[in-house]
């Protein structure tokens, strides 16, 4: 009877153990607490296909009509996409393939779309011709490139004026053509008298980045091949970037943010920060010769396990990350939100375009490091800048 006892006493503790271990392992980990969310429509799935551009940018504008009391929409991605790739190749063929072809693009390609060609719901145009439900760019993308390339580069002396029409017929086979009219809610649209009865004005977007290349308190087209309409940007000192972020979420606006997620502190599971990867043995607690024998994978997967002490973000830093290439143009999300971890420490709540199988369900937690050392540009509306910063910039 006393082994029976005794032996059942032992499973008790050792679930006692596993539990507390599991405990302080959840403990350790990030808890997170919301400050302040702006509303937002769906986490939308880009999957196979580089267009986070066109997801986040009317991510963006889907998030500016709520704001507006204009209601939800869902808008269409690919309507987008098939317009600016049609105007990037044109202007790739114009300069004889000396500029950039590629599935990329930038936050301006939405407000020069709504200008020039107007946007579409989704369900006017699904953008999908090749019986899959998320898009799988990789076919699409090989078939244009090498078609552009053949124009552009090829020993031509004259072009034939059908060139442009046999590449919206590769877009049109695989996303769909973009439709004249169409029938939303009992009433016929076109793309341009849809986008004007959304009642947004395209010129009430600005676009803010921070580089000491270029003088603050100007415009400049950031240098990065994405930006291939040339579209510019004011600059302005990173404090003052990072006060306008901070002001934006405080007021009820979201921002279209392009960022580098190529750090070792942006994970696939909605983590974004910038621990001091030099002090990485004394920051999570390991030995000198473990941690130097650690593979690159498990160090990052300790650096972001936990919240921990990170890099102190200078003006310096950011511009040189920028002339040394890394800091890249990778990647377009929206940022929404405020919240905090358990330690007090304030992060962005970012809506990203890869679905809702991560962690947090398409959402993910960027330091206040982070944004400022990473943050190419923003787009926002010009009325969430502080008032101050924009007397300096002569917005009114």
């Given at each position: 009877?006393?082994?029976?006892?005794?032996?059942?006493?032992?499973?008790?503790?050792?679930?006692?153990?596993?539990?507390?271990?599991?405990?302080?392992?959840?403990?350790?980990?990030?808890?997170?607490?919301?400050?302040?969310?702006?509303?937002?429509?769906?986490?939308?799935?880009?999957?196979?296909?580089?267009?986070?551009?066109?997801?986040?940018?009317?991510?963006?504008?889907?998030?500016?009509?709520?704001?507006?009391?204009?209601?939800?929409?869902?808008?269409?991605?690919?309507?987008?996409?098939?317009?600016?790739?049609?105007?990037?190749?044109?202007?790739?063929?114009?300069?004889?393939?000396?500029?950039?072809?590629?599935?990329?693009?930038?936050?301006?390609?939405?407000?020069?779309?709504?200008?020039?060609?107007?946007?579409?719901?989704?369900?006017?145009?699904?953008?999908?011709?090749?019986?899959?439900?998320?898009?799988?760019?990789?076919?699409?993308?090989?078939?244009?490139?090498?078609?552009?390339?053949?124009?552009?580069?090829g020993n031509h002396k004259?072009?034939?004026?059908?060139?442009?029409?046999?590449?919206?017929?590769?877009?049109?086979?695989?996303?769909?053509?973009?439709?004249?009219?169409?029938?939303?809610?009992?009433?016929?649209?076109?793309?341009?008298?849809?986008?004007?009865?959304?009642?947004?004005?395209?010129?009430?977007?600005?676009?803010?980045?921070?580089?000491?290349?270029?003088?603050?308190?100007?415009?400049?087209?950031?240098?990065?091949?994405?930006?291939?309409?040339?579209?510019?940007?004011?600059?302005?000192?990173?404090?003052?970037?990072?006060?306008?972020?901070?002001y934006a979420i405080e007021?009820?606006?979201?921002?279209?943010?392009?960022?580098?997620?190529?750090?070792?502190?942006?994970?696939?599971?909605?983590?974004?920060?910038?621990?001091?990867?030099?002090?990485?043995?004394?920051?999570?607690?390991?030995?000198?010769?473990?941690?130097?024998?650690?593979?690159?994978?498990?160090?990052?997967?300790?650096?972001?396990?936990?919240?921990?002490?990170?890099?102190?973000?200078?003006?310096?830093?950011?511009?040189?990350?920028?002339?040394?290439?890394?800091?890249?143009?990778?990647?377009g999300m929206l940022i929404?939100?405020?919240?905090?971890?358990?330690?007090?420490?304030?992060?962005?709540?970012?809506?990203?375009?890869?679905?809702?199988?991560?962690?947090?369900?398409?959402?993910?937690?960027?330091?206040?490091?982070?944004?400022?050392?990473?943050?190419?540009?923003?787009?926002?509306?010009?009325?969430?800048?502080?008032?101050?910063?924009?007397?300096?910039?002569?917005?009114?």
């Amino acid at each position: 009877m006393k082994k029976v006892v005794l032996s059942a006493l032992c499973v008790v503790m050792c679930m006692l153990c596993v539990q507390a271990q599991e405990t302080e392992k959840q403990e350790e980990g990030f808890v997170f607490t919301t400050i302040k969310e702006n509303p937002i429509t769906s986490v939308k799935n880009q999957n196979r296909s580089s267009t986070c551009w066109s997801f986040s940018g009317l991510g963006f504008l889907e998030s500016e009509l709520i704001r507006m009391g204009k209601g939800e929409y869902d808008l269409a991605e690919m309507f987008l996409v098939h317009h600016t790739m049609m105007d990037r190749a044109e202007m790739y063929v114009r300069l004889h393939s000396e500029g950039s072809f590629s599935p990329g693009g930038s936050f301006y390609d939405l407000i020069h779309c709504l200008k020039h060609y107007g946007i579409v719901p989704q369900e006017a145009m699904q953008g999908i011709m090749y019986g899959d439900t998320l898009p799988v760019h990789n076919e699409l993308d090989a078939v244009a490139g090498a078609y552009v390339d053949a124009i552009a580069k090829g020993n031509h002396k004259k072009l034939t004026p059908v060139w442009k029409e046999g590449l919206r017929a590769i877009y049109d086979t695989y996303l769909g053509a973009c439709p004249e009219k169409f029938n939303y809610n009992g009433k016929e649209y076109t793309p341009k008298s849809f986008a004007e009865s959304l009642g947004v004005n395209p010129d009430d977007y600005i676009s803010l980045t921070s580089y000491t290349h270029h003088p603050f308190y100007t415009e400049f087209a950031v240098e990065i091949p994405d930006n291939w309409h040339f579209a510019p940007s004011y600059n302005v000192p990173m404090d003052e970037l990072m006060r306008t972020m901070n002001y934006a979420i405080e007021k009820g606006f979201t921002l279209a943010w392009a960022a580098d997620v190529s750090e070792t502190g942006f994970t696939r599971n909605g983590i974004a920060v910038m621990p001091d990867a030099d002090r990485g043995a004394e920051l999570t607690g390991s030995d000198m010769a473990r941690w130097t024998g650690m593979k690159p994978a498990d160090k990052r997967a300790e650096l972001t396990s936990r919240p921990l002490p990170e890099i102190k973000v200078t003006q310096e830093m950011r511009q040189q990350a920028f002339d040394n290439w890394e800091t890249t143009d990778d990647h377009g999300m929206l940022i929404y939100g405020k919240a905090q971890d358990q330690n007090g420490k304030p992060y962005f709540m970012v809506k990203n375009s890869w679905g809702t199988s991560s962690q947090y369900k398409g959402i993910w937690y960027a330091s206040e490091a982070f944004a400022a050392y990473k943050t190419m540009s923003i787009m926002i509306h010009k009325y969430a800048l502080p008032k101050d910063i924009a007397k300096k910039l002569g917005i009114k």
